[in-house]
């Protein structure tokens, strides 16, 4: 269920989208209407690339670890519940 990521609906979904275009947008052209030679606006390109790409990696690695953290939370929980379930506190010991 895609829509009980965000809670808030489907507002910072568009928001995050919106924002992401606008920056690298704004970014490109810029680095487009630099005056520099070649090689200077082709080493900020790549640099502006790397960039984004390592902020993706990282917001999935992030992710991740808290989906795993989650995971884990929920087969303790399913555990305990279990085990409370199976419990008869008027069986002798």
Do not use: N
């Amino acid at each position: 269920m895609p829509g009980a990521l965000w809670r808030g609906g489907c507002c910072p979904h568009g928001q995050a989208v919106l924002s992401f275009g606008v920056a690298m947008g704004a970014v490109a052209l810029g680095i487009y209407f630099l005056d520099v030679d070649a090689w200077v606006w082709a080493f900020l390109a790549i640099g502006v690339l790397y960039l984004v790409t390592s902020c993706f990696t990282l917001a999935k690695v992030i992710r991740d670890r808290q989906e795993a953290g989650q995971i884990i939370s929920r087969v303790d929980q399913a555990l305990l519940e279990k085990i409370l379930a199976e419990h008869d506190p008027f069986q002798k010991l």
